[in-house]
């Protein structure tokens, strides 16, 4: 629960942030007068596009590669810094989904801490401020510069505004320095739908099933698109695809920075409905960051994680979801399991719907720091921090310094869980997160949509009037 000294809550009347004049005034105003603001309003409303506008020397941070990037592409003389260490660049390593952690920046962390560097700045926006978590378990080394750079801006005084649409990773935060000191929560409401259904799909991350999924859903008129953490299956999908005349496009991180055979360039043509004759996008986790498909054909979108969900969370869905901004597709996301160990350790857990327990959270963080002196002392080889809680991992540090604690990773890792638990045990709440009417879980690929199945009642109803007119000598 966001905790702030004031909290607003209002609706939005326009269809942007910078049409409504009330909520363009209390924003602003909001900004003026407090040190640290949080901005909670829906995808698709432009947060982005808004916090540009405010009349102050600002300065861009956020936790990935891709948001930093549409910064710098969308608006001229803009300071931006991204969430990468000197050390990050130089090592280019890839996150989990293939997205590179290096890059030519306009502004780095070395100078953006610097005190020369903030007394030019008036306000420091933190965009998609949710990826601090997300990222906690793969990339800290970006959060903590993201991190370092509020605790300076905060010190020097500056103004710190916050921008997130889903807000519900931002319990896994509440305790860090910053949270505790903000000023005013200001929530924007809108109803909006973005998918007309969705269909949770056991074992949507086996490669076969997605390409049976996309080539039955394929009509030679739409367009369709697939978040995909696995750069190496968007391709051999993409290639499977291609050999059912269904042309396919793949593109991981790299290739999109990289413009590898003119790929970004391909992109940005498909956010316009220009699909130069291509049926299906398949991309890695990049394409939830920035990207918006104003194609008014797109009926079908897939997000697909692994079914312990180790490569995403509802709060990517969500994200992702919201990326057709013309259309209404059919979403299908993949349903999660549950392992064994992690239903040992919901024992442990008293309330329902599942909180963090300050008595767990301090024994697993006593477990974390004793294997980490443990693997110091030379006493343990390894660590494998995808099988213990709250332990991040730094590649490019010398064996003492390699891993660490945060309370940050612990507590996305058991959000993750406990998130698990609600969707498998309670559709409301997938609902009312996803913003859908109708959900539908389905076992196999076979099993008919309510749109495939409305199609069929169609046909019939066709077949019917045709018998009908024969009989009587109309046609």
């Not at 269904?246 to 920075?257: D, P, Q, R, T, W």
């Not at 590898?260 to 699909?275: A, R, V």
């Not at 398949?282 to 194609?295: A, E, R, Y």
């Not at 974390?368 to 709250?390: H, R």
Request: charge should be neutral; charged fraction near 30%; include cysteine.
């Amino acid at each position: 629960m966001i905790k702030a000294k004031k909290e607003i809550v209002m609706d939005l009347k326009g269809k942007y942030l910078k049409e409504d004049e009330k909520v363009n005034e209390v924003l602003s105003n909001a900004v003026r007068d407090n040190q640290i603001t949080l901005i909670v309003s829906p995808q698709g409303t432009g947060k982005s596009e808004w916090v540009k506008s405010l009349p102050y020397n600002k300065a861009f941070v956020s936790p990935t590669i891709s948001t930093a990037n549409q910064i710098e592409n969308d608006v001229e003389n803009i300071s931006v810094a991204r969430g990468c260490s000197f050390l990050t660049f130089e090592m280019t390593l890839s996150d989990a989904f293939g997205t590179p952690l290096y890059g030519n920046v306009s502004i780095t962390f070395g100078s953006a801490q610097s005190v020369k560097y903030i007394e030019d700045v008036d306000v420091l926006v933190v965009d998609e401020i949710h990826k601090l978590v997300q990222y906690s378990t793969f990339g800290y080394s970006n959060c903590q510069s993201v991190l370092n750079a509020i605790s300076q801006f905060y010190d020097q005084g500056k103004k710190i505004v916050l921008l997130t649409a889903p807000p519900t990773l931002l319990d896994c935060i509440q305790h860090l320095d910053f949270m505790e000191k903000l000023d005013t929560y200001i929530k924007i409401c809108k109803d909006k739908e973005y998918v007309s259904e969705c269909i949770m799909l056991k074992n949507l991350f086996n490669r076969q099933k997605m390409i049976n999924l996309i080539q039955r859903n394929s009509t030679g008129d739409n367009f369709q698109i697939a978040l995909y953490n696995d750069t190496k299956a968007i391709k051999d999908i993409a290639e499977n695809l291609n050999e059912y005349n269904i042309k396919a496009l793949s593109v991981n991180g790299l290739e999109y920075k990289e413009n590898t055979n003119h790929k970004k360039e391909l992109i940005e043509d498909i956010k316009k409905g220009n699909y130069h004759g291509y049926d299906a996008l398949l991309c890695t986790s990049w394409v939830d960051v920035g990207l918006n498909f104003l194609g008014t054909n797109i009926t079908h979108m897939y997000c697909v994680f692994d079914n312990n969900y180790d490569t995403g969370d509802l709060t990517l869905i969500e994200q992702f979801m919201a990326r057709s901004r013309r259309s209404k597709p059919i979403l299908y996301i993949s349903k999660p399991t549950i392992s064994k160990e992690e239903q040992k350790l919901l024992e442990h857990f008293t309330d329902k719907p599942i909180k963090f327990e300050k008595e767990i959270l301090q024994h697993q963080k006593e477990v974390a720091n004793t294997l980490i002196e443990e693997y110091k002392q030379g006493y343990i080889k390894d660590i494998d921090t995808k099988q213990v809680y709250g332990i991040y991992k730094l590649d490019y540090e010398k064996r003492e310094e390699k891993y660490h604690f945060s309370d940050i990773t612990l507590k996305y890792q058991l959000f993750r869980i406990f998130e698990k638990w609600e969707i498998l045990n309670d559709f409301s709440y997938l609902k009312q997160r996803l913003k859908v009417q109708r959900l539908v879980e389905r076992n196999d690929t076979n099993e008919l949509s309510t749109v495939e199945i409305q199609k069929l009642k169609d046909v019939l109803e066709k077949m019917k009037t045709n018998i009908f007119l024969k009989k009587n000598g109309a046609i």
